[in-house]
């Protein structure tokens, strides 16, 4: 909610109601995290005295104000549940208020604090890319009723809420991680435990001290389906990162290849004006955004052999359950446009998509670590940019 531009590393937490989001927050809080809730700082921002509830008087008169002068909630409700319009009035007299006070709160944590924003509506609203992490905690509509029915709510309204808010589809789009919770608080509770041991805790001192997970072996996982979707998470937290600047940022690589096996890092293209520009502010913006550079030179192999290497900024992830290789390349260099006529191609021909496949798993079965499995692919790449520039000229190909 406050951008991806802290010292801290900042986890969503939604989930519909009656999911056991809150139980969810008071584990995290019991591991050690700073826990944000969105309904409480809501609250608090037109609280009796404040500026928000005086602007909300003045824009929507007195009657939505209780006998002792407080915010009669659902007064308000029944103006803006059935005006849209009075909903993004409220919304503007509240959304901005409700993110300064967060920013507040998570700029006073610990520098090596992890902060867990509890948001019910993090996904309707779109704030899912402002987060280094999304945690979604997802149950069987059956069992949320049950739930909301043994806090007094009957079924009718506790229908018409659920029917309100995202469904679990649209929640597991946006998830980075899915806390399934239809067993009982034990399973819960080891759920919450691993997540905070194995991802959070690495996660954030990689975040601080601006360190990439890097894959060291190499693995051919099978086709995962949900690659692209991973790639448009990755690819709107970057593009969050960055704005307002308007970049172009693709997916490329074995994963962006449907039905293609590969090692399950993401790699993503970002174009740039010229290698200072990747220099610059951006490479601080990234990295502040969980994604920084990994030391060193990098170029691509040029393709044909002999032209001269394509110079480029290699960054990483510092999320430790999500590798990721984020290529910075100038637009329209031969760099960039190799990779993204490697991909087209492979999409387009099953014979060279099998082929590839072939030499991936046997190399793979061959090859100790991922340098010597890249480089052993490199005969194979030089004939297939060929092929690949001869599509291209069928086919009028562009990038």
């Known amino acids: 909610m406050i951008g991806l531009t802290g010292p801290v590393l900042m986890v969503g937490l939604t989930g519909g109601i009656g999911s056991g989001k809150s139980a969810v927050a008071a584990r995290l809080a019991t591991l050690g995290a700073v826990v944000i809730d969105a309904d409480r700082v809501a609250r608090e921002v037109v609280a009796p005295g404040s500026e928000g ?69 993090l996904v309707e609203v779109g704030l899912a890319p402002t987060y280094h992490l ?8 059956t069992t949320r009723l049950e739930r909301l029915a043994r806090r007094g709510m009957d079924r009718a309204e506790a229908e018409r809420r659920i029917a ?35 991802r959070l805790v690495p996660y954030e001192v990689n975040l601080r001290e601006r360190r990439a997970v890097r894959p060291r072996q190499v693995v051919l996982c099978e086709a995962d389906p949900t690659w692209p979707q991973q790639y ?58 969980g994604f920084p550079r990994l030391p060193g030179e990098w170029w691509d192999d040029p393709r044909p052999p002999g032209s001269g290497r ?48 072939q030499l991936k798993r046997e ?18 790449f030089d004939e297939e940019h060929l092929r690949a520039e001869e599509w291209a000229a069928l086919t009028a190909w562009r990038p």
């Open 310 to 357: 394509w110079a480029k900024r290699l960054h990483g992830s510092a999320d430790p359950g999500r590798p990721v290789y984020l290529h910075l390349r100038v637009a329209e260099s031969p760099g960039w446009r190799h990779a993204l006529l490697m991909r087209d191609h492979l999409r387009a021909d099953p014979d060279q998509r099998a082929a590839y496949l």
């Open 164 to 198: 309100a808010q995202a469904d679990d589809a649209r929640r597991r789009a946006a998830a980075d991680v899915v806390l399934t919770n239809d067993a009982g608080l034990p399973e819960l509770h080891a759920a919450v435990d691993a997540l905070w041991r194995d």
């Open 53 to 121: 509830l005086a602007e909300i008087v003045a824009a929507f008169s007195d009657r939505v104000l209780d006998a002792d002068g407080a915010l009669d909630r659902a007064a308000l409700g029944a103006i803006v549940f059935a005006d849209e319009a009075a909903r993004r009035r409220l919304e503007a007299i509240t959304h901005p208020r409700v993110r300064a006070r967060t920013a507040e709160l998570a700029a006073a944590a610990a520098p090596d604090a992890i902060v867990v924003n509890d948001v019910p509506l």
């Open 363 to 380: 190399l793979a079965a061959s090859a100790p670590d991922s340098a010597t499995y890249g480089t052993l692919k490199d005969p194979w």
């Open 232 to 289: 448009a998470r990755l690819a709107a937290r970057i593009r969050h990162a960055l704005a307002p600047a308007d970049v172009r940022i693709d997916h490329i690589g074995s994963t962006a290849v449907p039905g293609l096996a590969a090692k399950d890092v993401i790699d993503i293209q970002l174009s740039v004006s010229s290698l200072e520009e990747a220099d610059g502010p951006i490479a601080e913006r990234l990295a502040a955004a």
């Open 134 to 141: 999304v945690v979604v905690v997802q149950t069987e509509v």
